[in-house]
């Protein structure tokens, strides 16, 4: 819906009304058309002035629109009828002016924008183009070199950044519609044609064919396979090449691909899914909305090791004030310059001023004790965490939220150790904590609705994705990248190189594949996780290392590379070498291959030819079918959640759409006869073996992903 009215005598003013972000929907669409029509055809308008209602100029297309049959005016006709009306119009931007809102905007003659707007393309990000002439009509606007890094990267700029690139005339502290409607009194009678954008040629760049090669190699290499940023650089280069008509014609057939391939349906449901999470509800019933979040004013970290100074940091950065205690002078003063050095440094990136001040550093756990909620990121010890949670039960005031860091350990033990075990919950920060987006908040059976909201909240304010998951082993990430993981290394006994293996997974998408990725990370943490488990030990009757632990297949081949003080980057070697201790660049190490091929000889395996489809049907699909397993003992509540899980914490490439996506987009039918194959081939690996839920939803004719809800709930209603 848009709404007309003549307002100052002559000026006709539309306003796009559609809640909360004034998405253009068909109904949207046909306000506008109406409304021009009527501005252009009444004498008594002598200019036009285009605003959205509620403090937002507009959010853009309507996403839910591109998943069925379009109706309605189309964008490009509508805003084409605005470029060309004889009398002047102008945008009145506030909020955000995103998508096809700034299309409209920069069809119109003019712009004015509130100083406190962003505005941008970030169509990129949704797998599509700005394809109602953004592409065409930005780069004539600012030229080809910053035009090219909105639509690529999809942006978003402020006002002030805007008017220095020349994206709008005015920028405005005032009521941005008043500001408006008196400048387009002001231009009456003034021509046009100068205003028309799609009139201008692209401003000239010198060494234009270097540009775009240097860009297009840059892109494909940032985008991991996504194809969107290819078809950004495409358009522009139409821009900056072709005339407008026939830029126009480039633009709509490189949507046109775009709009109906999977990476747009995954990224589009990526959008969704984020906005999803935060509607989280427990296995009670309590939900996100009917459960009220506790004050947090103070906040206190516990231990300050890697994990607690990023935490720390996070937490100040964001405004909490932080009691950080270590109980070791060395430690904490070395906590304290490495904390105060993150947060200049942050600071600096961001043009603001570091707060220093926000953190009390403290020796004594005491100090906590006015704090409304703390975060335990003490070493990953049960003992020593029970012992924390038992000092902090004496020490901190009634109502503080006790929550810990911990990755995988018992949120339900913890809370045992406490007077208020409701008032428990985990928050899984992923390292670096002031770094990663992603944020698991962990409950158990004992936290309250409350506990949950305000740590949900407190991940709110403090700027990360936060997920809702139940507690077991590993929780959600961890919990699947087990299986990930175990089959990497089945590979490598059965023939892979790690290179292979990482090669395959970051041709699907992944930033680093699994090897390369463990070499980061440091090999030693895993391996302290095994043997605190009984795994990485020796078969006590052979000596031998044992390739069946608790009763299924093992590999310890990850365990044999740590003996030999491999650790990854920070040793200088680990599934690869590396040229010094700390250096990034990996090269494939001889001495890994012919380690494996001595465990082959050793263990009567027999190398065999393992191909990418492979890696990626082993890997992926024993990870999905543990992703079906935590969906049906309710550890998440939808495949979003884990889905936003993977794609903020592990890398999962975003235009795949997470793991539970992909299934959906591979087909379940498929997954599930992989996974029988497999299992059928390694029956000692119950973690190939189709689960449950997999199978009912292939029962059930494989409902698309936004409906195995409905299954999921029958399954539960059945327990
Ligand atoms: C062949 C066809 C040719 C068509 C050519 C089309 C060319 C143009 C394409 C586009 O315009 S694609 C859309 C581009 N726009 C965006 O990507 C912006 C998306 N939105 C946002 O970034 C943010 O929502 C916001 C506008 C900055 C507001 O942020 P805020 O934090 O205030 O609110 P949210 O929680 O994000 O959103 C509230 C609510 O609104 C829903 N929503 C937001 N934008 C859209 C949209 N463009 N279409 C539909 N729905 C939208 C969002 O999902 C939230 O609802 P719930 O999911 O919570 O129910």
């Known amino acids: 819906?848009?709404?007309?009215?003549?307002?100052?005598?002559?000026?006709?003013?539309?306003?796009?009304?559609?809640?909360?972000?004034?998405?253009?929907?068909?109904?949207?669409?046909?306000?506008?058309?109406?409304?021009?029509?009527?501005?252009?055809?009444?004498?008594?308008?002598?200019?036009?002035?285009?605003?959205?209602?509620?403090?937002?100029?507009?959010?853009?297309?309507?996403?839910?629109?591109?998943?069925?049959?379009?109706?309605?005016?189309?964008?490009?006709?509508?805003?084409?009828?605005?470029?060309?009306?004889?009398?002047?119009?102008?945008?009145?931007?506030?909020?955000?002016?995103?998508?096809?809102?700034?299309?409209?905007?920069?069809?119109?003659?003019?712009?004015?924008?509130?100083?406190?707007?962003?505005?941008?393309?970030?169509?990129?990000?949704?797998?599509?183009?700005?394809?109602?002439?953004?592409?065409q009509r930005l780069p004539r606007l600012i030229g080809v070199p910053a035009a090219l890094d909105l639509i690529t990267t999809g942006r978003?700029?402020?006002?002030?950044?805007?008017?220095?690139?020349?994206?709008?005339?005015?920028?405005?502290?005032?009521?941005?519609?008043?500001?408006?409607?008196?400048?387009?009194?002001?231009?009456?009678?003034?021509?046009?044609?100068?205003?028309?954008?799609?009139?201008?040629?692209?401003?000239?760049?010198?060494?234009?064919?270097?540009?775009?090669?240097?860009?297009?190699?840059?892109?494909?290499?940032?985008?991991?396979?996504?194809?969107?940023?290819?078809a950004c650089v495409q358009a522009v280069r139409a821009a900056a090449t072709l005339p407008y008509a026939q830029g126009m014609e480039k633009e709509r057939e490189l949507m046109a691909t775009l709009f109906t391939s999977g990476q747009a349906r995954a990224l589009q449901y990526c959008f969704f899914a984020q906005r999803a999470i935060g509607r989280w509800s427990m296995p009670s019933g309590a939900r996100w909305d009917t459960s009220k979040p506790r004050p947090v004013h103070k906040t206190a970290v516990i231990g300050l090791g890697t994990m607690g100074r990023g935490i720390a940091v996070t937490l100040a950065q964001a405004g909490f004030p932080v009691i950080a205690v270590e109980n070791h002078e060395k430690q904490l003063m070395a906590a304290k310059q490495a904390i105060s050095g993150m947060l200049e440094r942050g600071a600096k990136r961001r043009g603001v001023t570091p707060v220093l001040n926000k953190i009390t550093y403290s020796r004594d756990i005491q100090s906590v004790a006015n704090a409304d909620l703390v975060i335990e990121a003490v070493f990953e010890d049960m003992a020593l965490k029970e012992k924390v949670f038992q000092q902090l039960s004496a020490i901190c005031k009634p109502g503080a939220l006790l929550c810990t860091n911990t990755s995988g350990l018992n949120i339900d033990h913890l809370a045992s150790q406490v007077r208020n075990p409701e008032l428990v919950v985990g928050m899984h920060f992923f390292a670096p904590a002031h770094v990663m987006k992603l944020l698991e908040v962990v409950y158990g059976p004992r936290s309250s609705s409350e506990a949950l909201a305000t740590a949900m909240a407190v991940g709110k304010k403090i700027g990360k994705v936060s997920v809702a998951v139940g507690n077991c082993q590993g929780f959600v990430g961890n919990r699947m990248l087990e299986h990930y993981v175990e089959q990497a290394l089945f590979l490598l006994e059965e023939g892979a190189t790690p290179e292979l293996v990482d090669q395959a997974l970051e041709e699907f998408g992944f930033a680093m594949g699994v090897f390369r990725m463990s070499d980061l990370s440091g090999l030693d943490i895993g391996w302290r996780v095994r043997k605190g488990k009984g795994l990485a030990v020796p078969d006590p009757t052979t000596g031998q290392t044992a390739r069946v632990q608790q009763g299924r297949r093992y590999s310890p081949v990850a365990d044999l590379i740590c003996e030999q003080g491999r650790f990854g980057q920070k040793t200088g070697q680990g599934w690869y070498q590396y040229n010094t201790p700390g250096s990034r660049v990996g090269k494939p190490d001889p001495w890994v291959h012919n380690f494996l091929k001595d465990y082959r000889a050793r263990h009567g395996l027999v190398a065999r030819r393992i191909d990418h489809q492979e890696v990626l049907e082993r890997c992926l699909y024993s990870m999905i079918n543990e992703g079906f397993r935590i969906l049906e003992d309710g550890i998440a509540a939808g495949p979003e959640d884990i889905d936003v899980i993977y794609v903020f914490g592990y890398s999962w490439?975003?235009?795949?759409?997470?793991?539970?996506?992909?299934?959906?987009?591979?087909?379940?039918?498929?997954?599930?006869?992989?996974?029988?194959?497999?299992?059928?081939?390694?029956?000692?690996?119950?973690?190939?073996?189709?689960?449950?839920?997999?199978?009912?939803?292939?029962?059930?004719?494989?409902?698309?992903?936004?409906?195995?809800?409905?299954?999921?709930?029958?399954?539960?209603?059945?327990?």
Request: contains cysteine; hydrophobic residues 40%.
């Open 1 to 135: 819906m848009a709404a007309f009215a003549r307002v100052s005598g002559s000026v006709g003013l539309i306003t796009l009304q559609n809640p909360p972000v004034n998405a253009l929907s068909a109904a949207v669409r046909q306000g506008i058309v109406d409304s021009v029509q009527r501005a252009l055809r009444e004498p008594e308008v002598k200019c036009v002035v285009i605003c959205g209602q509620n403090g937002i100029f507009c959010g853009g297309a309507d996403i839910r629109e591109f998943s069925g049959p379009m109706s309605g005016p189309p964008l490009i006709p509508m805003i084409h009828s605005i470029e060309v009306a004889a009398k002047p119009v102008v945008a009145a931007i506030e909020g955000s002016a995103l998508g096809g809102g700034l299309e409209i905007a920069l069809g119109c003659h003019y712009r004015i924008a509130h100083s406190k707007t962003r505005l941008g393309l970030p169509e990129v990000t949704l797998g599509l183009l700005p394809a109602a002439g953004g592409s």
């Open 156 to 230: 978003h700029v402020t006002a002030a950044e805007a008017l220095q690139l020349g994206m709008v005339d005015q920028v405005t502290d005032r009521n941005v519609t008043d500001v408006a409607v008196k400048f387009a009194l002001s231009v009456v009678g003034k021509p046009l044609d100068a205003r028309r954008i799609s009139m201008h040629s692209c401003p000239h760049s010198p060494d234009l064919d270097e540009l775009f090669e240097r860009t297009m190699q840059h892109v494909r290499q940032r985008a991991r396979g996504a194809i969107a940023p290819v």
């Open 653 to 719: 490439p975003r235009h795949r759409g997470g793991p539970m996506f992909y299934a959906h987009m591979v087909g379940l039918p498929k997954v599930l006869e992989r996974l029988e194959h497999y299992h059928q081939a390694h029956p000692d690996v119950p973690s190939l073996q189709p689960c449950n839920l997999l199978r009912k939803l292939v029962a059930n004719g494989s409902p698309p992903i936004q409906k195995w809800k409905e299954v999921m709930k029958k399954i539960n209603s059945r327990l």
